[in-house]
C-alpha cells in the first residue's frame, strides 16, 4: 500500500475552523435579534388578550349583576367635608347620637341602591352596611364585594358579615375575627356568585394607598399580569364626584399611579360633555406595567383636566398600555390616532 494512501485512510477527521464557528454564531446572534422581539411581542399580545377575556367577564357579571338585582352596584363616593380617617367616615354614614343612617348615609346612592335592589332590608343589616362596610369599603374592592359576597336573601344581604364581642366586623368563615377576612371562601350562607374570583389573586391593598386608612382586611382583585395593582370600578353615577380616596377630585390613588373614570372626548365640543358609558359604569386595569398613570396638574375637577378616550389627553406614558372594559380588548395607546 503506498504512503499517500495510508495517510488518507487513517488521519482523523478535520475540526470546524474558527471561521466557521464564528459564522454560525453570527448567524445565532441574528436569528434571535429577530425571533426574541418577536416571540416578547407575541406574549404581550396573548397577556393583553387574557386581560381583554377578564375585562369582558367582569362587565358580564356587573350586567348579571344588574339583571338579577335591578341595578348596577355603586362604587363608593366620598363628601370633602369628611376627613380620610376612619373615625370621620363612620360618622358620615352612621348617626350613633341616634343609633341610624346619618342623613349623608340617606340621600346617598348606596341608600337609593338598597330601595331599589333589597327594599325588605332590616335595620341590623342598615347598621352593618353604613356603620362598619361603608366607612371601609373603596373602588379598589367594590367588585369582589358586591359580585361575590352578598347574601341570598333580600332581608339580610349582609348575613354572612357578623359582629364580634369587640364590635368589629368578620366575614362568616373567615380565619380573623378581629377584622374582614375573605381568604376563607365560600362562608356561612348562601351567596350571589355572580363572578368567580381567584381566590390567589385577592388582595387588601390599603395599607399602600396613601388615604391614611389602615389595611381593612377586605380585597380588591389584583389585574392580570399588573403586579400589585387591583381593577377599579367606577358607577357612572359617581364619574364627577371625588372618591373614598382623594376627596378634591374623582381620582384614586392605586398601588401604583392614578386611576380616574374616562371622559369621551369626542363630546367635548358639545353642549354637555359625557364620560364613557355614561350610563352604566367603567372598569380599568393598569395593564402589564401596573400603572394607572399620572393625575392631571390641577386637582379640581373640570373637563379640561379629565383624562379622555380615546386621544388620551391628560394621559401619560404609563397610562400607554392600560385597558378598559370600553377599550375594545386593545390598549388605550392602540386607539389613538397616529
Known amino acids: 500500500m503506498s504512503r499517500s494512501l495510508q495517510s488518507n485512510s487513517s488521519g482523523r477527521p478535520r475540526g470546524f475552523t474558527l471561521v466557521e464557528i464564528l459564522v454560525v454564531v453570527a448567524i445565532i446572534v441574528i436569528l434571535m435579534a429577530i425571533l426574541i422581539p418577536v416571540a416578547m411581542r407575541a406574549i404581550s399580545q396573548a397577556r393583553n388578550a387574557a386581560i381583554a377575556v377578564e375585562l369582558s367577564q367582569l362587565k358580564a357579571a356587573m350586567d348579571k349583576y344588574k339583571e338579577e338585582h335591578g341595578d348596577y352596584p355603586p362604587s363608593m363616593d366620598w363628601d370633602p367635608s369628611f376627613p380620610a380617617t376612619?373615625?370621620?367616615?363612620?360618622?358620615?354614614?352612621?348617626?350613633?347620637?341616634?343609633?341610624?343612617?346619618?342623613?349623608?348615609?340617606?340621600?346617598?346612592?348606596?341608600?337609593?341602591?338598597?330601595?331599589?335592589?333589597?327594599?325588605?332590608?332590616?335595620?341590623?343589616?342598615?347598621?352593618?352596611?353604613?356603620?362598619?362596610?361603608?366607612?371601609?369599603?373603596?373602588?379598589?374592592?367594590?367588585?369582589?364585594?358586591?359580585?361575590?359576597?352578598?347574601?341570598?336573601?333580600?332581608?339580610?344581604?349582609?348575613?354572612n358579615f357578623l359582629i364580634n364581642?369587640?364590635?368589629?366586623?368578620?366575614?362568616?368563615?373567615?380565619?380573623?375575627?378581629?377584622?374582614?377576612n375573605f381568604n376563607d371562601f365560600p362562608g356561612t350562607y348562601t351567596r350571589?356568585?355572580?363572578?368567580?374570583?381567584?381566590?390567589?389573586?385577592?388582595?387588601?391593598?390599603?395599607?399602600?394607598?396613601?388615604?391614611?386608612?389602615?389595611?381593612?382586611?377586605?380585597?380588591?382583585y389584583l389585574s392580570l399580569y399588573a403586579k400589585e395593582t387591583t381593577y377599579m370600578y367606577f358607577d357612572s353615577r359617581t364619574y364627577a364626584f371625588p372618591t373614598v380616596n382623594n376627596p378634591s377630585n374623582n381620582i384614586y390613588y392605586a398601588a401604583r399611579g392614578v386611576a380616574?373614570?374616562?371622559?369621551?372626548?369626542?363630546?367635548?365640543?358639545?353642549?354637555?360633555?359625557?364620560?364613557?358609558?355614561?350610563?352604566?359604569?367603567?372598569?380599568?386595569?393598569?395593564?402589564?406595567?401596573?400603572?394607572?398613570?399620572?393625575?392631571?396638574?390641577?386637582?379640581?375637577?373640570?373637563?379640561?383636566?379629565?383624562?379622555?378616550?380615546?386621544?388620551?389627553?391628560?394621559?401619560?406614558?404609563?397610562?400607554?398600555?392600560?385597558?378598559?372594559?370600553?377599550?375594545?380588548?386593545?390598549?388605550?395607546?392602540?386607539?389613538?390616532?397616529?
Open 260 to 338: 380616574q373614570p374616562f371622559a369621551d372626548a369626542t363630546t367635548m365640543t358639545k353642549p354637555v360633555p359625557k364620560f364613557v358609558n355614561p350610563d352604566t359604569f367603567q372598569i380599568l386595569s393598569a395593564g402589564q406595567d401596573g400603572n394607572f398613570g399620572l393625575v392631571p396638574p390641577n386637582p379640581a375637577f373640570n373637563w379640561a383636566n379629565t383624562k379622555m378616550f380615546p386621544t388620551m389627553i391628560n394621559c401619560n406614558e404609563e397610562d400607554s398600555d392600560n385597558m378598559a372594559d370600553f377599550t375594545e380588548g386593545r390598549r388605550l395607546i392602540d386607539h389613538r390616532a397616529p
Open 165 to 180: 364581642n369587640n364590635n368589629n366586623l368578620y366575614y362568616a368563615g373567615g380565619l380573623d375575627q378581629n377584622k374582614l
Open 192 to 220: 350571589f356568585v355572580h363572578f368567580n374570583f381567584d381566590t390567589r389573586r385577592l388582595q387588601d391593598v390599603d395599607d399602600d394607598d396613601g388615604d391614611g386608612i389602615p389595611g381593612d382586611g377586605i380585597p380588591g
Open 86 to 159: 376612619l373615625i370621620a367616615q363612620q360618622q358620615k354614614w352612621w348617626d350613633s347620637s341616634n343609633s341610624r343612617p346619618s342623613a349623608y348615609a340617606y340621600s346617598s346612592i348606596c341608600e337609593r341602591h338598597f330601595l331599589r335592589c333589597y327594599p325588605k332590608m332590616n335595620s341590623s343589616e342598615k347598621y352593618k352596611f353604613y356603620g362598619l362596610i361603608a366607612p371601609i369599603l373603596e373602588q379598589d374592592e367594590v367588585l369582589v364585594f358586591w359580585l361575590s359576597m352578598i347574601a341570598n336573601d333580600p332581608r339580610e344581604p349582609f348575613k
